[in-house]
């Protein structure tokens, strides 16, 4: 409790003045109501503030002028001149607390001792489930195979090799580093349990290693999960305003800000390499190129339709509105790493203006390219290089990635064998809703997965989203195995 309150001094003309003496006392108020908080919680203590009063030494608190009605809320030394800060929510707690304060530090430490017992065995587990020994004989291998003379005689051979060798080193690190972050919490803990007195600053550093470990165990379980041919590439993200006309271009605006975000939390280089903005407001499509490892395994579930629902913006009467925009995802190769020779009769080429940044080239010259696959359909434009030669060689690229992840998908043997596979961005399509009006949700459909938290998410805290698609996804897989 904070405030003043107002000191009382003896009366020049009190008729008792004689059993007045310059005795001060210290009252330290403390409200009955004050929640006590574990140690963690509670802050240092810092002064606050301090007031003294004068009392006889023979009579009682009422001679002074007040009522012994709220004596219960405070403490009085009457011996000596003391100085003892108000007690608020923000200091300590008082002597008399000292017990209590010990025991809910005490709850802490063992709560947070159960943590690092349960997150060391769950790193042995996972130590155990990844076959430490296997990688190890399978780095020599590799190393082995690296060091041969006629190593670099066959160039792709070459750099799978050397992919290889990088994905199993980074793989031993990071078990490496699992047992390191557990073994330093397991130490802080045998350390506090032999010393007197519980320090909150280790604590808080083991709570710490404790929270971060577990994250890392959590994405090194999904990248168990992603076994993909291309689950280790980067991803290329397209995005398309579907139905909801101006609303759903600014829908599709905020959908390319939400995975822009969601790159940059996990450290991907992320790149917007194509924008077509809308008349009125937002963009009518767009295109992130998202570089690092298992970015394609993460986003390849976001592909589909996705709903909003909120009050339009664009809407002088604030009615309510429901827009569609679509997403695909398609892994980012190297030219070199596509094996895939598409005829040249089953190519549409056209060419234009690419407009926008660039200077007069862009504006003038017909730089921009659009390839369309004719048996599928599929159709693609690069516009962000200034040269019409290096976007048709960018557009020819994203185009074999398209047709190889759909023949992946649909088990095809050859491309003339592939129907498509386009995503219609209206009613039924959706797979994950977001709705900002009459209440704030987003769930996804097919998962069942769902948050109120919908700040967080346009924000790009996709992870929880993504986790769950991805045990659905190994669920589904391994049931089909066994009905098979």
């Known amino acids: 409790m904070e405030g003043q309150v107002q000191c009382l001094t003896t009366p020049s003309d009190h008729l008792l003045r004689a059993l007045y003496r310059p005795t001060t006392a210290t009252i330290t108020l403390i409200p009955s109501t004050l929640r006590r908080r574990p140690l963690s919680l509670c802050s240092s203590a810092k002064p606050t503030s301090f007031f003294h009063c004068h009392r006889p030494l023979s009579s009682p608190p009422r001679a002074l002028g007040f009522s012994t009605d709220f004596l219960p809320l405070f403490r009085v030394a009457s011996t000596g001149v003391s100085t003892v800060p108000l007690a608020t929510p923000e200091s300590s707690l008082s002597l008399g607390d000292s017990m209590e304060t010990r025991e809910w530090a005490m709850q802490d430490f063992y709560l947070l001792r159960r943590d690092v017992e349960t997150s060391s065995k769950r790193v042995e587990e996972i130590r155990a489930s990844a076959g430490l020994k296997q990688l190890e004989e399978d780095l020599s291998d590799l190393e082995r195979a690296a060091a041969d003379g006629f190593f670099w005689d066959d160039r792709i051979k070459a750099q799978q090799t050397l992919m290889a060798l990088n994905d199993v080193k980074d793989k031993i690190k990071l078990l490496h580093d699992f047992k390191v972050q557990a073994e330093d919490a397991e130490t802080i803990v045998k350390l506090t349990e032999e010393m007197e007195s519980i320090d909150g600053a280790l604590l808080e550093e083991a709570a710490t290693i404790v929270k971060e470990l577990n994250k890392a165990l959590d994405r090194f379980e999904l990248t168990q999960l992603l076994s993909g041919p291309y689950d280790k590439e980067g991803a290329v993200i397209y995005i398309t305003a579907g139905a909801g006309g101006t609303d759903a271009q600014d829908w599709a605006d905020m959908l390319l800000r939400m995975y822009v975000r969601w790159g940059e939390k996990q450290r991907y280089r992320t790149r917007v390499v194509e924008k077509s903005l809308g008349e009125e407001a937002g963009i009518k499509s767009a295109t992130i190129e998202i570089e690092g490892r298992y970015a394609y395994g993460y986003l390849s579930g976001e592909k589909g339709t996705h709903r909003i629902v909120r009050q339009s913006p664009f809407n002088a009467k604030g009615l309510r509105q429901t827009s569609f925009s679509g997403l695909e995802v398609m892994p980012l190769l190297p030219d070199e790493s596509i094996d895939l020779e598409i005829p040249e009769e089953e190519l549409e080429i056209s060419f234009s203006r690419a407009g926008g940044k660039g200077g007069q080239n862009v504006n003038k010259v017909e730089t921009a390219v659009r390839i369309t696959h004719i048996p599928t359909g599929i159709a693609v434009r690069c516009t962000e290089e200034r040269s019409q030669l290096a976007n048709k060689i960018k557009a020819l690229s994203r185009l074999k990635a398209k047709l190889l992840v759909i023949a992946e998908e649909?088990?095809?043997?050859?491309?003339?064998?592939?129907?498509?596979?386009?995503?219609?961005?209206?009613?039924?399509?959706?797979?994950?809703?977001?709705?900002?009006?009459?209440?704030?949700?987003?769930k996804d459909v097919r998962t069942g997965f769902e948050t109120s938290d919908i700040v967080s998410v346009m924000d790009g805290e996709l992870d929880p989203f993504i986790k769950a698609y991805l045990r659905y996804k190994y669920s589904a897989t391994m049931a089909a195995v066994g009905i098979k």
């Not at 064998?417 to 009006?437: M, P, T």
Request: hydrophobic letters at 35%; glycine letters at 6%.
């Open 410 to 442: 649909q088990r095809a043997s050859a491309i003339k064998e592939i129907r498509g596979d386009s995503v219609k961005a209206e009613w039924g399509q959706q797979i994950r809703n977001y709705i900002f009006h009459p209440y704030k949700l987003v």
